[in-house]
C-alpha cells in the first residue's frame, strides 16, 4: 500500500511570500494520478491540482504542481489572505485511495 | 451546476449503525464513482470507499469491510454509506466526492457530523 508523506507539517509565510508543499510516495506514482486540495476550517476539500501538474478550475495561476516518480511539489507563489489553509496530496491507485497527512500554511 | 447534498448531523451510541446519503445533481448519475472521505474532529483525510452507481459494485479501506455498506439509488440519484458496530472513534465528518477517470475529486458534498457518544 502506497504511503504519502507529506512536509513540512506546517509552514509559517506571511502574505505575498512564496510556498513549497512537498508530497514524497513510497513507491513511484503514475503521475495521472497525484492530486492537491486545499481545505479551510469548517469546509470541504477542494480540488487545486491533478495530474500532478493541471490546475482545476477556478484555481489562479500562483499555484502550480509539479514532479514525478516519489517527490511531487505543490508551489503558491504569491501567498493571498485566501491561500492560508491545510493542503493535501492524494493518490489512487486500482480505485484505492491515499492521503497524505497535510501541511497547514499558516499566516506568519 | 454539479452538487452533491447530505444530510445534517447525527449522533448515535456506540455499537449502533449509521447511514449517511449523498444526493447528487446536476450530472449523468451512473457516468461517476462516488467515495467517502471522513475526517475525524482536528484530523487529517481517511478514505473511506466507494460505490460506482452504474453498476452497484463497491470496494472499501480494508480497516472497514465487515462493518460497512455503500449502496445506490439510480431512481434518486442518490448513494449511502452505512456503517455500523459504530465507536467512539468513527466520529468524524464523512464527505461524499465524485470521482473523475483521471484521478481528481473534482466535487465534494458539505459533509456530514457523525457523533459516537455514551
Known amino acids: 500500500e502506497i504511503v504519502l508523506t507529506q512536509s513540512p507539517g506546517t509552514l509559517s509565510l506571511s502574505p505575498g511570500e512564496g510556498a513549497t508543499l512537498s508530497c514524497r510516495a513510497s513507491?513511484?506514482?503514475?503521475?495521472?494520478?497525484l492530486a492537491w486540495y486545499q481545505q479551510k476550517p469548517g469546509q470541504a476539500p477542494r480540488l487545486v491540482i491533478f495530474a500532478a501538474s493541471s490546475r482545476a478550475t477556478d484555481i489562479p495561476d500562483r499555484f502550480s504542481g509539479s514532479g514525478s516518480g516519489t517527490d511531487f511539489t505543490l508551489s503558491i507563489s504569491r501567498l493571498e489572505p485566501e491561500d492560508f489553509a491545510v493542503y493535501y496530496c492524494q493518490y489512487s491507485e486500482n480505485s484505492v485511495v491515499t492521503f497524505g497527512g497535510g501541511t497547514r500554511v499558516e499566516i506568519k | 451546476q454539479v452538487m452533491l447534498m447530505q444530510p445534517g448531523p447525527e449522533v448515535k451510541k456506540p455499537g449502533a449503525s449509521v447511514r449517511v446519503s449523498c444526493t447528487t445533481s446536476g450530472y449523468t448519475f451512473s457516468s461517476y464513482y462516488i467515495h467517502w472521505v471522513r475526517q475525524a474532529p482536528g484530523q487529517g483525510l481517511e478514505w473511506v470507499g466507494f460505490?460506482?452507481?452504474?453498476?452497484?459494485?463497491?470496494k472499501y479501506a480494508r480497516k472497514f469491510q465487515g462493518r460497512l455498506t455503500m449502496t445506490r439509488d439510480a431512481s434518486t440519484s442518490t448513494v449511502y454509506m452505512e456503517l455500523s458496530g459504530l465507536r467512539f472513534d468513527d466520529t468524524a465528518v464523512y464527505y461524499c466526492?465524485?470521482?473523475?477517470?483521471?484521478?481528481?475529486?473534482?466535487?465534494w458534498g458539505q459533509g456530514t457530523l457523525v457523533t459516537v457518544s455514551s
Open positions: 460505490v460506482d452507481p452504474n453498476r452497484g459494485d463497491s
Open positions: 513507491q513511484s506514482l503514475s503521475i495521472s494520478d
Open positions: 466526492a465524485r470521482h473523475r477517470s483521471i484521478n481528481q475529486f473534482d466535487c
